[in-house]
């Protein structure tokens, strides 16, 4: 579908207040942390302070004699038997021989008070035998380094790597010697990410109750009220349908919250203190120590280009460690390497590492910004090398639709090149720079995702629609549903509620992860919207005695299509809904899939930084974001997203890292330390929304959540080296590294 | 351990509860008094989701004791608007799509409560540090500094 | 049943006895992985575990889909987000 094919639209496109606002700006939304329940007991988590040790003993007899003191459980508490994925998350909830990092849980404690809890938790004595533990990747899978689980590896290792390489994967085209071999100039180098926290600002909290006859009930702060279902049931033996799992509002998740960490902790206790409700809330120390940063990553790239900026050839090798478990993001990480370029010739390799840290979560476009780093790092230094400009280096080896993509299969609909054009003409590029200045750019990528969707939507008595959705609404996305079942319906926006609910109330829905609330949740609403419509029709058909096809719903009414179908004034939706107990029933739509056509999303992105030479601080001046949206159904959220995840990217290139000591204890487990950006760090950042519609979507929807933290990494780089001539190559570029860095140039 | 009593004003409001000498005054808020509107995002008075007034001086509510509250006035998000009014800070966040998740929306709008009653009139700068404890991870802060401007400039009585 | 190629990435050669894409009997993605399986076994864990397929640069969303000789059929890593 071409751009001009999609109608003016009334709703969409527009920035009406969000309907959960006004309980968000006066303190009455509820989050995880905000709901007691009668009978209520408090949780508190005993964790272990090594890095990686046998749990030699475990005694709770002095945490148990304390009055007030209900419960104590213990990984001998869990059901035995689980392999897999399943396994991995019960070994990650409760440590089983071994403690694997530093925070790892090995025991819980429920109580009648919070600070009870914690008392006891303390009191709770294990024996640890400390064993040899390794937390960098590059270490990790070296000879010699110490086992983290023998056998974790899957059928795609190669026989003779280390036990610590869990998976290997390898793909490519062409021939990237006769690639290099075709290039005015090659260059190579080994780039380092550090782990960053997603940094939600609410902590993991929990009040979950399960009674002997295995029903239970979950208040829980999550992205996917499904995904805590099906864990919670596999890590503790359950039915999945006996849990009902209601999630509160989420106060930021960006991937974090897809998973479990502690959840099943307060069904385990609840269990045990015949099922009274138990809360458990995460500190931020816990969070920081316990619950899923991204992957570290070290990285080599090489690149071949000719002096005109073609690409002849790249090659791309990523080792990632996600923490003790399988599941760091080198296999996106590889696929969205090069995918900007149109590259004949590529290898990429890549390894997941297992190391003595917690269990990585999925965030924010997982792997992306990390290979970003490296390849948009590697290009900008090959084009300052060869004197061309970045941009149209980027727009010279641009992919566009139906290009092979550097992943294998075909591109759809992108809208890549007319991103890049909206960079260039943006007046941020004509800003004058000053000494110690410099500009960067850089384009990153994410493919977007779908995932299994189901959503109801019924009709009052009154003609105005209830949308019941499963995806949590993190950013907005109770507006942007609203706004296209309203479009869809023809009635005003303030007449639909979108409501979140719990697993009772839907079908299987994934999180809102992957950028696929407004895409698949949105899709589904509007399909719920028209089988509506169509039922509406049928109404209005019978009551004016014609054919159901001889009907057409224009302006949220039905009326005859045309002259020949008969002379009837239109039928409301309000006049149809008032009769619907007389005229059949309920009137509801209701949908169900995964949706198919989801669109991709490229951005680019340009920021002018300025280096203090005296301290290595570096300020950010001006920060543009351009993104392909698809079409932005609320623009206003939109930007959100875009400045969101740039501001995430800054951080992450700037100052977040996780700083072991060599005991493998995290050294900035709070906020002080673990330094996102403030407000005083950052300036305004400028937005262009780019519109080329998906033709997957009924609105043209791409996802926009993820993309945009993609490139902050590598632009920053690259404008710290066009400012002060030093190139990092390891993040963050924090004021010492950077200083570091000015004084070995001298 | 004994818990003390203590008799304070929230909103307005005179209110008593017991507290554990241990417990922060954001506990008693939340945990004895059921105002949930204060959030803890840190426990270290780093991230602001806690913001509320002590006497009319902005403090994180996780490091203040609840046993020290005792004949003190607190204000809170709960007691921002009026009763059937939003403070023009609630209203202008709506607007400018200043929240996303929301989490740290009402120790943003406490704090910038605060600013104002100082500091009318600020620039872009003064609002970016006054706000530098408040620690938002959704937004990178530019709705939320467009926010408080524009609250502030009606406040003033000038147009939007 | 139609002969269609299905596109592996490379690091699956050792079980696949050195191929990038195999030809397999199918007409639909369902029947092109149990094809895959039955001509490679050591597949089996990897596709069980979870993978996605594209047609014509279409991430497939069912099993059932049709497929045919003209269609390009990647296999990929499961993909998913934050």
């Known amino acids: 579908m071409a751009k001009d094919e999609f109608k003016e639209f009334k709703l969409v496109g527009t920035r009406p207040d969000r309907p959960d606002g006004l309980d968000k700006v006066t303190g009455r939304a509820r989050y995880g942390a905000d709901i007691s329940a009668p009978g209520m007991l408090w949780g508190a988590v005993v964790r272990s302070p090594h890095a990686h040790a046998r749990i030699v003993k475990i005694d709770a007899s002095k945490a148990l004699a304390m009055d007030g003191v209900k419960a104590v459980v213990t990984r001998a508490d869990f059901p035995t038997g689980l392999t897999g994925d399943a396994w991995n998350l019960q070994e990650n909830t409760m440590a089983g021989e071994r403690a694997l990092y530093d925070g790892h849980a090995v025991a819980a404690v429920a109580a009648i008070s919070k600070t009870l809890a914690e008392d006891a938790a303390r009191l709770v004595e294990v024996e640890y035998e400390i064993l040899p533990h390794v937390t960098d990747v590059d270490e990790a899978m070296a000879e010699g380094a110490p086992v983290i689980r023998e056998g974790a590896a899957d059928a795609t290792v190669p026989e003779g790597m280390h036990p610590n390489v869990v998976k290997y994967m390898e793909f490519g085209r062409g021939d990237i010697e006769a690639g290099f071999a075709e290039a005015d100039l090659v260059k190579e180098h080994t780039f380092k990410t550090e782990a960053a926290h997603q940094g939600y600002i609410e902590p993991h909290a929990c009040l979950g109750q399960l009674g002997e006859d295995g029903k239970g009930e979950m208040w829980v702060c999550t992205q996917g009220q499904w995904y805590i279902r099906k864990m919670c049931a596999d890590v503790l033996g359950l039915d999945g349908a006996q849990l009902r799992v209601t999630p509160s509002e989420i106060g930021g998740g960006f991937g974090g919250k897809t998973t479990i960490f502690m959840e099943p902790l307060p069904l385990a206790l609840s269990k045990k203190t015949g099922g009274r409700p138990v809360k458990i809330v995460m500190s931020r120390s816990e969070v920081l120590r316990a619950t899923g940063p991204t992957a570290s990553a070290s990285m080599d790239v090489k690149i071949g280009m000719k002096k005109d900026g073609t690409i002849t050839a790249g090659r791309a090798e990523f080792r990632m460690q996600g923490g003790a478990f399988p599941g760091a993001p080198v296999d996106m990480a590889l696929y969205c390497a090069f995918a900007g370029y149109n590259v004949p010739n590529l290898e990429h390799v890549g390894y997941d590492v297992l190391a003595n840290r917690p269990k990585c979560a999925a965030y924010r476009a997982p792997g992306s910004p990390m290979a970003a780093f490296a390849v948009e790092s590697l290009v900008d230094e090959l084009c300052r090398e060869l004197g061309l400009d970045p941009l149209e280096v980027r727009m010279k080896n641009a992919v566009k639709s139906g290009d092979q993509a550097s992943y294998g299969p075909k591109f759809g609909s992108i809208g890549l090149v007319e991103t890049l054009e909206a960079t260039v003409a943006h007046p941020n590029l004509q800003a004058e720079l000053g000494p110690n200045q410099g500009r960067g750019v850089a384009v990153g990528y994410w493919f977007n995702h779908s995932g299994e969707t189901s959503v109801s939507m019924a009709i009052s008595e009154d003609g105005t629609a209830q949308v019941s959705v499963g995806t949590p609404d993190i950013g907005g996305s109770r507006a942007s549903i609203a706004l296209m079942t309203a479009e869809t319906l023809g009635i005003p926006y303030e007449d639909v509620r979108v409501n979140v609910v719990e697993t009772g109330a839907l079908g299987v829905n994934e999180p809102t992860h992957g950028s696929r609330a407004t895409f698949a949740s949105g899709k589904a609403a509007v399909e719920a919207a028209r089988q509506a419509i169509g039922e509406m029709c049928r109404r209005a058909a019978k009551e004016w005695g014609i054919e159901p096809e001889a009907v057409e719903w224009v302006d949220g009414a039905a009326q005859p299509a045309g002259p020949n179908a008969g002379e009837f004034p239109p039928m409301t939706i309000a006049e149809i809904a008032g009769k619907m107990g007389s005229t059949g029933g309920p009137i509801s739509g209701h949908h169900e899939s995964v949706p198919e056509g989801v669109g991709a999303s490229f951005g680019a992105h340009v920021v002018d930084v300025e280096v203090d030479p005296e301290t290595g601080r570096t300020t950010i001046l001006r920060y543009l974001v351009v993104q392909d949206a698809g079409r932005a159904i609320h623009p206003a959220y939109v930007e959100g997203q875009y400045q969101g995840g740039a501001a995430q990217g800054i951080g992450w290139a700037l100052n977040e890292e996780y700083i072991y000591d060599d005991q493998g204890r995290l050294q900035n487990p709070v906020f002080l330390d673990y330094r996102v950006p403030v407000a005083s760090d950052l300036p305004m950042i400028d937005t262009v929304i780019v519109e080329v519609p998906n033709p997957g979507h009924p609105y043209g929807v791409r996802g926009v959540g993820e993309t945009g933290i993609t490139p902050p990494l590598p632009a920053i780089a690259n404008a710290i080296q066009d400012a002060v001539g030093v190139r990092v190559r390891q993040l963050p570029i924090s004021p010492p590294r950077l200083l570091a860095a000015l004084k070995a140039k001298g | 351990m004994s818990k003390i009593h203590v008799t304070t004003k929230v909103n307005g409001d005179t209110v008593e509860f017991l507290a554990d000498p241990r417990e922060t005054l954001l506990d008693c808020l939340r945990d004895r008094l059921g105002l949930t509107g204060s959030k803890e995002g840190c426990g270290t008075g780093d991230c602001g989701a806690c913001s509320v007034t002590l006497d009319g001086t902005l403090v994180c509510s996780c490091l203040v004791l609840g046993a020290e509250v005792q004949g003190r006035e607190i204000g809170t998000i709960e007691g921002m608007g009026g009763d059937d009014t939003l403070h023009p800070l609630q209203r202008k966040f709506i607007e400018h799509a200043a929240l996303q998740c929301g989490f740290c929306t009402p120790g943003f709008l406490v704090a910038g409560k605060a600013l104002l009653e100082k500091n009318p009139n600020p620039t872009e700068e003064e609002v970016r540090y006054w706000l530098a404890g408040n620690l938002c991870r959704c937004t990178g802060y530019d709705k939320i500094v467009r926010a408080v401007m524009d609250a502030a400039a009606e406040m003033r009585g000038e147009a939007a | ?82």
Do not use: C, F
């Not at chain 3, 199918?26 to 076994?41: F, M, R």
């Not at chain 3, 069980?48 to 497939?60: H, Q, R």
């Open chain 3, 1 to 82: 049943m139609a002969r269609v190629q299905v596109h592996l990435w490379s690091g699956l050669r050792r079980l696949t006895d050195g191929a990038e894409a195999v030809e397999v009997e199918a007409t639909t993605v369902g029947e092109a992985l149990d094809g895959l399986i039955a001509a490679h076994p050591g597949l089996e864990p990897l596709i069980e575990a979870g993978v996605s397929v594209v047609v014509d640069g279409e991430m497939t969303t069912s099993r059932h889909q049709k497929i045919g000789p003209e269609n390009e059929v990647y296999l990929m890593q499961r993909l998913k987000g934050g």
